[in-house]
């Protein structure tokens, strides 16, 4: 024998994919211990590699001579080998054998047994019988049979719950896992000597290292382990194949599920939701990031399992704690779901030196039958930018759960996949790109809540504030993004009903909410609502017309909406031209609204205008001035609603006649007069008023509009 850790091995058959192949690498660590206590085992490359003082020969060797299996039963099953209409012949043989290799098993055969006659159970078990079953099983089998027992049920104050790893109880549908483990195990080796059957060898060296093999058997099931070795149809070329398996593979896969004892524990978060079942890694399916993904499937399918991939070898005592301790975090809660788990993974909620998960969905297909479907890796990164989910905890649960309900909406339930897509992409990815697509996605949310308004109103609460810090991590550096933060940091005030000024931020005139100290719904806000779907150009301009209506209701002398960040005049240029994504923009605007704008924390960094850049034309100039949200020299311009009315309906000369004669009356002498442009453009022009812009944007523009003041050289304040 070697020296001391001295030999790396590769499992070439031990991958990540299929899971049967991922347990195996695990079942093969957990034998190979009996004989190496030192023995450590790492991932690299999706192999999974040995340190072991033993060589090939002698792993070979020491599983097909030595190798004591796991006492793997479930009385509680029918088709487990000990009732009458059961398949019992390897039962039989185990139990009558003469092998210290299956004395273990053999005590533990025959303590079930009798269990089983004290209880009176002739027949598959049922509900409390069952129940009782599991309960004795528990207490009397001998201590070997519990680490089986651990992973294939839990008892819990109210009834046993089964992890979904190995189905209900040790089955799949009717694929039952133990009396199958027993028939390979009789095929391995002769259950009276101990020793290999002449195939065994041939199996393992497959099994473990690839080496080809013509002798696999067929018509050994798997389950759901691995789907594309359970047979069927278009499981090969030809119209239907049987599977074939190495019966190694189905041993070693049993030996593997070992390390995901389960156990049940309190859920802190809610004293109502009781005691439930927590296994290794594993959470409620999310119905996303997969092709397939429907919402049909989590009303279906059992759950998600996350298993880890390390690249620091591990012992099999230190992969059993990080197991026990397989929990995840996000923030104070325990991960839920799957979109739960992607958080914990980019925001270090777990931190057991994993390199990577790998998620595995058990899914509902091909009629009535679970398969381990790989739905994605997932790099164990830190991730700043999934720390913004935090501003929308305690709503993202609760959202996504009504949303997925039976009576939810539709528009509901896909703007629900649509924000889980994007957080499991900014779980995976870094940069503004993906936090737009959160925001946006967000902004749909909130869209579709109004339109459902009355259903949402006493279930789902509106999205929370988001805090400035999104500004900064969103900021692609494109006019789109720049031009939908003024927008969406427009506010203003008007006079509410008991005429006292109260805070008025666009999103009011967008979604049907009121700001105080939380964000909430407000019923009664259709006065304020003005935003249609469909014309970007119309929706602007039906927003800022009803903002001039609420100014001039609350006795404003002028236009006094400004903005928290505001637009570059060369980016209004750009709007105006046609030469701006306006649907990028919108999505954008609809997500940035969700900003706490009145947070002391933004800090306006657009103020800075280009020599270089292109000035909107005179027309745009002469109306801005007139709704600048600035005194000009001193003085407030007072509001004339009629000048934007035709601006906005596209009657430009008009228009530009009015605000003419606006700007004389407050002593003020535009350097050009009215004249005509097309009506697309003047209401392009209409729309881009509503953008905010700065003092020194306002002085810019009245150097080009305005005549020069013999008293004055320019306007100011």
């Known amino acids: 024998m070697n020296n001391l850790n001295s030999n790396i091995i590769p499992l070439y058959g031990c991958t990540p994919i299929p899971l049967s192949n991922y347990l195996k690498a695990l079942g093969t660590l957990k034998i190979l211990y009996q004989k190496d206590k030192k023995i450590r085992g790492y991932w690299e490359d999706d ?7 033993l060589n090939k020969v002698d792993i070979i060797n020491f599983i097909l001579e030595e190798y004591v299996p796991t006492p793997v039963i479930a009385p509680w099953n029918g088709g487990s080998g000990f009732y009458p209409k059961d398949s019992h012949e390897a039962l039989d043989k185990i139990k009558n054998s003469n092998t210290h290799r299956l004395s273990t098993y053999k005590e533990v055969i025959n303590k079930a047994i009798d269990l089983k006659k004290e ?29 089986w027992l651990d992973v294939t049920y839990a008892l819990t104050a109210d009834k046993p719950k089964f992890p979904p790893l190995l189905g209900t109880g040790g089955n799949d549908g009717h694929l039952e896992f133990t009396n199958n483990f027993m028939q390979r195990i009789c095929e391995v080796f002769d259950p009276n000597t101990g020793k290999p059957t002449p195939e065994s060898r041939e199996w393992l060296e497959n099994s473990l290292f690839m080496e080809p093999t013509n002798k696999m058997v067929q018509g050994i099931a798997i389950g759901q382990f691995n789907p594309s070795a359970s047979g069927g149809i278009n499981a090969e070329t030809g119209y239907e194949s049987k599977s074939l398996v190495n019966p190694w593979d189905f041993i070693l896969m049993i030996e593997g599920t070992l390390f995901f004892a389960s156990s049940t524990v309190i859920r802190l978060q809610s004293v109502n939701d009781g005691n439930f079942l927590s296994s290794p890694f594993t959470v409620q399916v999310s119905t996303v990031g997969y092709g397939s993904a429907s919402h049909n499937d989590e009303k279906n399918d059992r759950a998600e399992m996350w298993v880890p991939l390390w690249n620091n070898p591990a012992n099999v005592p230190e992969l059993k704690v990080l197991m026990g301790e397989g929990r995840s975090q996000v923030g104070t809660r325990i991960a839920k779901n799957g979109i739960d788990f992607a958080r914990a993974i980019a925001t270090l909620g777990i931190d057991r030196g994993i390199e990577y998960f790998l998620r595995y969905g058990f899914l509902l297909r091909n009629g ?42 539709s528009s509901i339930s896909e703007s629900s996949r649509q924000l889980e897509n994007a957080i499991l992409n900014i779980c995976k990815n870094k940069g503004p790109l993906y936090v737009q697509e959160l925001l946006i996605s967000l902004g749909e949310c909130e869209k579709a809540m109004a339109r459902s308004l009355t259903w949402c109103i006493n279930k789902i609460k509106p999205i929370p504030l988001l805090s400035a810090r999104w500004i900064d991590k969103a900021n692609d550096g494109s006019p789109e993004f720049r031009l939908a933060c003024s927008l969406a940091s427009l506010y203003g005030y008007k006079k509410n009903q008991k005429g006292k000024d109260e805070y008025y931020p666009i999103i009011r005139n967008i979604f049907p909410v009121k700001i105080n100290r939380y964000v909430e719904w407000e019923s009664n806000s259709n006065n304020d609502v003005v935003w249609q779907e469909g014309d970007v150009i119309k929706a602007l ?10 100014l001039v209701s609350s006795n404003s002398e002028f236009y006094a909406d400004k903005g928290r960040i505001y637009a570059n005049l060369g980016d209004i240029a750009a709007f105006i031209e046609g030469k701006i994504n306006i649907q990028k923009m919108i999505s954008l605007f609809m997500g940035l609204i969700l900003i706490d704008w009145n947070s002391k924390d933004i800090h306006d960094e657009n103020e800075s205008i280009n020599k270089e850049e292109i000035f909107p034309d005179a027309f745009y100039g002469t109306l801005k001035l007139c709704f600048s949200g600035n005194k000009i020299e001193g003085t407030p311009i007072p509001i004339n609603p009629k000048i934007y009315r035709l601006a906005s309906i596209g009657k ?12 004389k009356g407050s002593n003020l002498m535009p350097a050009t007069s009215a004249y005509v442009i097309s009506e697309k453009k003047c209401k392009r022009i209409a729309a881009s008023l509503l953008f905010p812009v700065n003092h020194n944007a306002i002085d810019k523009i009245g150097k080009k509009i305005l005549k020069i003041n013999a008293n ?6």
């Open 368 to 409: 009535r039958s679970y398969f381990a479907v790989p739905l994605g890796k997932f790099k164990v990164v830190i991730n700043p930018e999934a720390e913004l989910l935090t501003d929308i905890d305690p709503w993202l649960p609760i959202f996504i759960s009504k949303a997925n309900s039976n009576e939810a909406p």
């Open 712 to 717: 004055k050289n320019n306007m100011g304040e």
């Open 652 to 663: 430009s000369n008009e228009s530009m006649k009015l605000a003419i004669i606006r700007l």
């Open 541 to 550: 301009t039906n927003v800022m017309s009803r903002r001039i209506v609420d």
């Open 47 to 53: 192999i999974f590699y040995l340190k072991t003082s």
């Open 119 to 147: 209880l009176n159970i002739n027949q598959k078990p049922k509900d409390k019988e069952k129940e009782v079953l599991l309960i004795e099983c528990r207490n009397n089998l001998p201590d070997e049979a519990v680490e």
